[in-house]
């Protein structure tokens, strides 16, 4: 039963959820729409597509840094409202100008905004939920920010090829400007932790903050992110036009490519607010995160590279939809082991290095899918090595979650002991 203090600490976490869902609209809908419908936007080659999905995170390299130290001397409100100035004018601008150059920058300042976006909501969770609840928490805050993903590819899929690219995109930059009396009625403010609910925390931390756990998160970010973030999301569409041609027959009807993958895509987004959630709540329980991220990823590297075989399309989307699943888990898991890390130093400081790590591996992924895809089986190499990469983090941590047992075990009797 949810009492009135969790609904209460739970309102910062759901309004910035649901203002960051409402940026989401338009980056996710070009994820969709752009690879097919790029000379609409007056862009000249495809590799110019590339680019353009990578910038807004290559531009976050240099402003996470400076976000987060803008962090520590502002308020979240104050943070959070220019994430959604930039983002809704920025999503207005794809409608309103055309050509590289004038793409280049309205994505690099959509990337400032998502840093903003990003390191604030990160920020958020870990400030408002328990520590016998972070999991539950941080599945309920990617569920529901990433609705605006399911809105802005299906819908986004739906409408760019009737009404155009510019005009889907003038809309959503409206409704993402609908977020600024949510946070300007919101109110902030930091509840501190009992000593009991930090008395878990604190029989890891030593082992948790060490440098190369963190390390291990760092790397982990930036895999995954350019595994899921980067590559699927970028190459789903090119990849159903190469398999199965530009306008597919399902049921007797004709869809588009662009709809296909966005209700692919969007499917994930459906279903992330109650599997994300779930998937945090079995983490939250006696067995700790690592043994569910550990099986999590050995499932999602074999599913990852069997999306890149062509099979009976009713088959191939049943595999898809499966590594959807591995992405919910595996980012909604990784999160909150980072959350758990970042509580044992300086929170904003060790996320803010967490985002880099991510948006390195976003950004990567799509200028390395759009070199690589050029190549003769170019989807094999890209997704077969993909699935390579997550066995290989299963065995990391493996090797780490087996330490963080001894260490438990040892502290344990150390405590006994001593009492």
């Known amino acids: 039963m949810v009492t009135i203090k969790d609904k209460m600490s739970s309102n910062p976490i759901i309004i910035v959820a649901l203002v960051t869902a409402l940026s989401l609209l338009g980056d996710s809908m070009l994820y969709i729409a752009l690879p097919i419908y790029w000379e609409a936007a007056g862009i000249e080659s495809i590799w110019q597509v590339g680019v353009l999905l990578s910038v807004n995170r290559f531009i976050r390299l240099p402003f996470n840094p400076l976000v987060g130290w803008m962090y520590k001397r502002i308020t979240l409100k104050t943070g959070l409202i220019i994430a959604v100035l930039l983002g809704g004018f920025t999503t207005i601008g794809y409608g309103v100008f055309e050509g590289f150059i004038a793409w280049v920058i309205l994505r690099a300042v959509w990337g400032i905004a998502w840093s903003f976006f990003r390191i604030g909501g990160l920020s958020v969770v870990a400030l408002y939920s328990d520590n016998n609840k972070r999991g539950s928490s941080m599945g309920l805050y990617n569920g529901l920010y990433r609705t605006g993903s399911l809105v802005g590819m299906l819908i986004g899929g739906l409408l760019v090829p009737i009404i155009g690219l510019s005009a889907v995109s003038v809309g959503f930059g ?206 094999n190499f890209i997704y077969w090595g993909g699935a390579v990469t997550l066995l290989i983090l299963a065995i990391i941590w493996s090797v780490l979650a087996k330490r963080l047992n001894t260490f438990i075990n040892s502290y344990d009797k150390g405590f006994n002991k001593a009492y």
Do not use: C
Not at 212 to 239: D, E, N, P, W
């Open 174 to 379: 409206i409704l993402t400007l609908l977020g600024l009396p949510l946070i300007l009625k919101s109110n902030f403010t930091q509840d501190n932790e009992t000593s009991e609910e930090k008395g878990d925390i604190n029989k890891s931390k030593p082992f948790i903050g060490k440098t190369g756990y963190k390390v291990s998160i760092i790397v982990s970010g930036f895999l995954i992110a350019m595994l899921y973030q980067g590559i699927l999301t970028s190459t789903l569409s090119s990849m159903i036009e190469h398999f199965y041609g530009e306008h597919i027959s399902i049921l007797s009807v004709v869809i588009s490519v662009t709809l296909l993958s966005g209700i692919i895509q969007a499917v994930r987004w459906a279903w992330e607010p109650f599997l994300g959630r779930t998937v945090g709540q079995w983490s939250d329980g006696s067995r700790g995160r690592l043994p569910i991220f550990i099986v999590s990823l050995i499932f999602a590297g074999v599913v990852f590279g069997m999306i890149s075989i062509r099979l009976p399309l009713g088959l191939w989307i049943v595999i898809t939809l499966l590594v959807m699943a591995g992405a919910t888990i595996l980012t909604t898991l990784l999160d909150t082991i980072a959350l758990d890390t970042a509580k044992t130093a300086n929170v904003v400081s060790f996320l803010t290095i967490y985002s880099i790590s991510q948006d390195v591996g976003a950004a990567l992924g799509p200028a390395l899918s759009f070199i690589l895809i050029q190549l003769e089986a170019g989807f």
